[in-house]
C-alpha cells in the first residue's frame, strides 16, 4: 500500500485516503452497504406508525385493506394489528443486525487501516536520508504517527458511518414525501438544501483552522518529548520554572487554535436548529391544514410529522460530524504528507554477502557540504583491508561526516566511496550497513534487557554467544554485579546505566555482529579513563584481521592505528603512524602536546 501512496499528489485529504487504501475496497463497500441498510430499516418505524394511525382510524378501509393500493387486502382490523406487529418485529430486527454489522465492519475497517497507516508512515520514516531529521522535530513526528493516524481511525469508526446514513435518510424520507403530498415535500424540504451549504460553508472555513490545530498539537508534543529527554539538564540548570513556561507557550498556542476552530464550529448546530425549524412547522402547519381540507390522510398527515423530525433533526448532527471531519482531514493530511516525503536515498542495488567481504575502502575526490556550507573537501585515501585507521582533528572538520558517507546517512555532491572495488551507491543498502559494526558516542539502547541490548539486530544468537561477546567489550565486570544479570532491564536508552556501561554495551554489540567493518565514532570521549583503558584492550582484540575506523578526540586511544589522518575545514592536512606524525612537528604533534601536557 506504501507504493499506491508515493503517487498520490495534491489530492484531497479524503482522496488520498481512499487511494492509499486500495486494498479495502471491498471492506468500505460492506460497511456503506451496511450503513444503508440500516437506515432503510430505521426510517420504516415511523412508516408503521402512519399505519397504525391509519388502522385505528379507518378501520377495514385502511392502507392495509386496500390492495389496489398495494396492501395486503386485510380488512379485519385486529388482524391488521397483528401484521403490523409482525413487520414491525421483523424492522426492529433488521435494524439491530445491520446496526450491529456495520458497527462490527467499520470499526475493524478503522483498525486495520490504523494499523497498516501507521507501520507504513513508519517504515517510510525510517527510510528517510539523515538530512530530512535536520529540520524535523521528534515531538512532531510523534504527534503525526501517533494522534494525527488515532484521529483518522476515530473518523472511520463513527463519523463516516453518520455521513452515509445522514444522506441515506435524506434520500428516503423524500421519496416518501413526495409519494404522500409533493407540495407539501416541495415546502418542508426546502431547508435541507439551506442545512447542507451552511455545513459546507462552515467546513471551508474550518479547514485551515484544524491545520493550525494540528500543527500546534505538533508543537506541543515536539517541546514535551525534547524536555523529557533533556530532564536532567533541566535540573542541573534548576530551569523547571523556564521550561514549565516555554510549555504553557506552547499549550497556550494550542489553547488559542482550538478557540478559533471553536468559534465557528460551535455557530453550526444553532444555524441548522433554525432551519430545521422552519421545515418542521412548515409540514405541521401546511399539512395539518391539507388533513382538515381532506386533501391528505389522518394516517399519512401522522407519517409526514414524524418523518419531518427523522429527517430534519439527525442533521443537528452534521455539526458534530463537520468537526469530526475536518479535525480527521487536517489529520490525514499530515499523515499522507509524510507518507509521500521523497525518499532520496536508494535502497536498491547489487547484493552483497558479509561473508564475501574483505573491508578495502577507497574515497576519491570526496566532496560534502550541509546546505551550502563544506563539511568535506576533495578527500582521497585508501584503507587496505584489515588494516586500523583513526581520524583526529578539531570539532566541524569532517570527521563524523565521513562515516556517515560510508554508511550512506547522506549521499556526497560529488566523488565516490568503494568498498572492495565497489560503488557504495551501487550495494544494496542494507547489505552494505550489515557490514559494518558502528559505536557511536551516544549509542542507542532500548528499554530491554542486557542480553537484549547486545544482540539487538542479531537474530537466533545463543546465551553463550552473547556472554563472548560481553567479555570481549570487558563488561562482565558490571553485568555480572546486576540483579539479573543478563536479564536485568536498563532503562529508556539505558538509562539505568552509566556511560561507560553503555558504550560497552554497545561495543559488545558490535563484536557479536562480527563486521568486517567497524566503526568507533568517538566512542570513548566520554568515559573515564579505566572504561578508556578496558575499551582500548578490546579493540587491540576485535580490531585485528578487521578494517577498523576510529573516530577520536583523545590521541592517546589511536597510537596504534597504521595510519592516522589529520582533518581541518574539511581537508586532509597530514597523514601517517603516531610516531610520523610527530616527527613531522605540525598540527598533529600540536594536538599531541596539549593533551599531554608537553611543552
Given at each position: 500500500?506504501?507504493?499506491?501512496?508515493?503517487?498520490?499528489?495534491?489530492?484531497?485529504?479524503?482522496?488520498?485516503l481512499?487511494?492509499?487504501?486500495?486494498?479495502?475496497?471491498?471492506?468500505?463497500?460492506?460497511?456503506?452497504?451496511?450503513?444503508i441498510?440500516?437506515?432503510?430499516?430505521?426510517?420504516?418505524?415511523?412508516?408503521?406508525?402512519?399505519?397504525?394511525?391509519?388502522?385505528?382510524?379507518?378501520?377495514?378501509?385502511?392502507?392495509?385493506?386496500?390492495?389496489?393500493?398495494?396492501?395486503?387486502?386485510?380488512?379485519?382490523?385486529?388482524?391488521?394489528?397483528?401484521?403490523?406487529?409482525?413487520?414491525?418485529?421483523?424492522?426492529?430486527?433488521?435494524?439491530?443486525?445491520?446496526?450491529?454489522?456495520?458497527?462490527?465492519?467499520?470499526?475493524?475497517?478503522?483498525?486495520?487501516?490504523?494499523?497498516?497507516?501507521?507501520?507504513d508512515t513508519?517504515?517510510?520514516?525510517?527510510?528517510?536520508?539523515?538530512?530530512?531529521?535536520?529540520?524535523?522535530?521528534?515531538?512532531?513526528?510523534?504527534?503525526?504517527?501517533?494522534?494525527?493516524?488515532?484521529?483518522?481511525?476515530?473518523?472511520?469508526?463513527?463519523?463516516?458511518?453518520?455521513?452515509?446514513?445522514?444522506?441515506?435518510?435524506?434520500?428516503m424520507?423524500?421519496?416518501?414525501?413526495?409519494?404522500?403530498?409533493?407540495?407539501?415535500?416541495?415546502?418542508?424540504?426546502?431547508?435541507?438544501?439551506?442545512?447542507?451549504?451552511?455545513?459546507?460553508?462552515?467546513?471551508?472555513?474550518?479547514?485551515?483552522?484544524?491545520?493550525?490545530?494540528?500543527?500546534?498539537?505538533?508543537?506541543?508534543?515536539?517541546?514535551?518529548n525534547?524536555?523529557?529527554?533533556?530532564?536532567?539538564?533541566?535540573k542541573?540548570?534548576?530551569?523547571?520554572?523556564?521550561?514549565a513556561?516555554?510549555?504553557?507557550?506552547?499549550?497556550?498556542?494550542?489553547?488559542?487554535?482550538n478557540?478559533?476552530?471553536?468559534?465557528?464550529?460551535?455557530?453550526?448546530?444553532?444555524?441548522?436548529?433554525?432551519?430545521?425549524?422552519?421545515g418542521?412547522?412548515?409540514?405541521?402547519?401546511?399539512?395539518?391544514w391539507?388533513?382538515?381540507?381532506?386533501?391528505?390522510?389522518?394516517?399519512?398527515?401522522?407519517v409526514?410529522?414524524f418523518?419531518?423530525?427523522r429527517?430534519?433533526?439527525?442533521?443537528?448532527?452534521?455539526?458534530?460530524?463537520?468537526?469530526?471531519?475536518?479535525?480527521?482531514m487536517?489529520?490525514?493530511?499530515?499523515?499522507?504528507?509524510?507518507?509521500?516525503?521523497?525518499?532520496?536515498?536508494?535502497y536498491?542495488?547489487?547484493?552483497?554477502?558479509?561473508?564475501?567481504?574483505k573491508?578495502?575502502?577507497?574515497?576519491?575526490?570526496?566532496?560534502?557540504?550541509?546546505?551550502?556550507?563544506?563539511?568535506?573537501?576533495?578527500?582521497?585515501?585508501?584503507?587496505?583491508?584489515?588494516?586500523?585507521?583513526?581520524?583526529?582533528?578539531?570539532?566541524?572538520?569532517?570527521?563524523?561526516?565521513?562515516?556517515?558517507?560510508?554508511?550512506?546517512?547522506?549521499?556526497?555532491?560529488?566523488?565516490?566511496?568503494?568498498?572492495?572495488?565497489?560503488?557504495i551507491?551501487?550495494?544494496?543498502?542494507?547489505?552494505?550497513?550489515?557490514?559494518?559494526g558502528y559505536?557511536?558516542?551516544?549509542?542507542?539502547?532500548?528499554?530491554?534487557?542486557?542480553?537484549?541490548?547486545?544482540a539487538?539486530?542479531?537474530?537466533?544468537?545463543?546465551?553463550?554467544?552473547?556472554?563472548?561477546?560481553?567479555?570481549?567489550?570487558?563488561?562482565?565486570?558490571?553485568?555480572?554485579k546486576?540483579?539479573?544479570?543478563?536479564?536485568?532491564?536498563?532503562?529508556?536508552?539505558?538509562?539505568?546505566?552509566?556511560?561507560?556501561?553503555?558504550?560497552?554495551?554497545a561495543?559488545?554489540?558490535?563484536?557479536?555482529?562480527?563486521?568486517?567493518?567497524l566503526i568507533?565514532?568517538e566512542?570513548?570521549?566520554?568515559?573515564?579513563?579505566?572504561t578508556?583503558?578496558?575499551i582500548?584492550?578490546?579493540?587491540?582484540v576485535?580490531?585485528?584481521?578487521?578494517?577498523?575506523?576510529?573516530?577520536?578526540?583523545?590521541?592517546?586511544?589511536?597510537?596504534?592505528?597504521?595510519?592516522?589522518?589529520?582533518?581541518?575545514?574539511?581537508?586532509?592536512?597530514?597523514?601517517?603512524?603516531?610516531?610520523?606524525?610527530?616527527?613531522?612537528?605540525?598540527?598533529?604533534?600540536?594536538?599531541?602536546?596539549?593533551?599531554?601536557?608537553?611543552?
Amino acid at each position: 500500500m506504501a507504493n499506491s501512496a508515493h503517487k498520490l499528489t495534491n489530492l484531497h485529504p479524503l482522496k488520498k485516503l481512499l487511494t492509499y487504501a486500495g486494498s479495502y475496497k471491498r471492506d468500505f463497500r460492506l460497511a456503506t452497504l451496511y450503513s444503508i441498510l440500516n437506515k432503510f430499516f430505521d426510517v420504516l418505524p415511523e412508516v408503521l406508525i402512519g399505519v397504525a394511525v391509519d388502522i385505528v382510524v379507518n378501520g377495514d378501509k385502511s392502507f392495509l385493506a386496500k390492495k389496489a393500493l398495494g396492501g395486503f387486502g386485510i380488512t379485519d382490523t385486529w388482524h391488521q394489528l397483528i401484521l403490523l406487529g409482525v413487520l414491525n418485529a421483523l424492522i426492529w430486527f433488521g435494524e439491530s443486525w445491520f446496526e450491529y454489522l456495520l458497527s462490527l465492519k467499520w470499526r475493524k475497517l478503522a483498525q486495520n487501516l490504523q494499523h497498516d497507516l501507521r507501520l507504513d508512515t513508519y517504515s517510510h520514516v525510517q527510510k528517510l536520508e539523515m538530512a530530512y531529521f535536520e529540520n524535523q522535530r521528534t515531538g512532531n513526528l510523534m504527534s503525526i504517527l501517533n494522534e494525527d493516524i488515532n484521529q483518522m481511525e476515530r473518523f472511520l469508526n463513527g463519523g463516516a458511518n453518520q455521513i452515509i446514513q445522514v444522506v441515506c435518510s435524506s434520500i428516503m424520507v423524500s421519496a416518501v414525501f413526495f409519494a404522500l403530498q409533493p407540495s407539501l415535500a416541495i415546502i418542508s424540504l426546502l431547508p435541507v438544501p439551506a442545512i447542507l451549504f451552511g455545513a459546507f460553508w462552515f467546513q471551508k472555513r474550518l479547514a485551515p483552522r484544524y491545520a493550525e490545530v494540528r500543527e500546534a498539537a505538533g508543537d506541543v508534543s515536539a517541546r514535551l518529548n525534547n524536555n523529557l529527554l533533556g530532564l536532567a539538564t533541566i535540573k542541573a540548570f534548576a530551569t523547571e520554572n523556564f521550561e514549565a513556561k516555554h510549555i504553557g507557550e506552547a499549550s497556550d498556542q494550542y489553547r488559542m487554535a482550538n478557540a478559533r476552530a471553536i468559534a465557528v464550529s460551535a455557530a453550526i448546530t444553532p444555524v441548522i436548529r433554525m432551519a430545521i425549524l422552519a421545515g418542521f412547522t412548515a409540514t405541521l402547519v401546511y399539512g395539518g391544514w391539507l388533513t382538515l381540507h381532506g386533501e391528505l390522510a389522518v394516517g399519512a398527515y401522522s407519517v409526514l410529522v414524524f418523518l419531518t423530525q427523522r429527517l430534519l433533526w439527525p442533521l443537528t448532527g452534521l455539526a458534530d460530524v463537520a468537526d469530526m471531519y475536518q479535525r480527521s482531514m487536517s489529520a490525514i493530511d499530515r499523515a499522507m504528507n509524510l507518507l509521500n516525503t521523497p525518499i532520496n536515498i536508494s535502497y536498491d542495488g547489487s547484493a552483497l554477502r558479509v561473508e564475501d567481504v574483505k573491508g578495502a575502502l577507497q574515497f576519491t575526490n570526496l566532496n560534502f557540504a550541509y546546505a551550502d556550507r563544506p563539511t568535506l573537501q576533495d578527500i582521497t585515501l585508501t584503507i587496505p583491508a584489515g588494516k586500523t585507521v583513526a581520524f583526529v582533528g578539531s570539532t566541524g572538520s569532517g570527521k563524523s561526516t565521513l562515516v556517515k558517507l560510508l554508511l550512506r546517512f547522506y549521499s556526497a555532491q560529488s566523488g565516490e566511496i568503494r568498498l572492495d572495488g565497489l560503488p557504495i551507491d551501487g550495494i544494496k543498502l542494507q547489505d552494505l550497513r550489515r557490514a559494518i559494526g558502528y559505536v557511536a558516542q551516544d549509542s542507542f539502547l532500548t528499554d530491554g534487557t542486557i542480553a537484549e541490548n547486545i544482540a539487538y539486530g542479531v537474530n537466533g544468537i545463543s546465551d553463550e554467544a552473547i556472554a563472548e561477546a560481553a567479555i570481549a567489550a570487558e563488561a562482565m565486570e558490571f553485568i555480572e554485579k546486576m540483579p539479573l544479570g543478563f536479564a536485568t532491564r536498563i532503562g529508556e536508552r539505558g538509562q539505568k546505566l552509566s556511560g561507560g556501561q553503555r558504550q560497552r554495551l554497545a561495543l559488545a554489540r558490535a563484536i557479536l555482529k562480527n563486521p568486517p567493518i567497524l566503526i568507533l565514532d568517538e566512542a570513548t570521549s566520554a568515559v573515564d579513563n579505566e572504561t578508556e583503558a578496558a575499551i582500548q584492550r578490546s579493540l587491540d582484540v576485535v580490531s585485528k584481521n578487521r578494517t577498523t575506523i576510529v573516530i577520536a578526540h583523545r590521541l592517546s586511544t589511536i597510537r596504534q592505528a597504521d595510519c592516522i589522518y589529520l582533518l581541518e575545514n574539511g581537508r586532509i592536512v597530514e597523514s601517517g603512524t603516531h610516531d610520523e606524525l610527530i616527527r613531522l612537528n605540525g598540527g598533529y604533534l600540536s594536538l599531541w602536546r596539549l593533551q599531554t601536557g608537553e611543552r
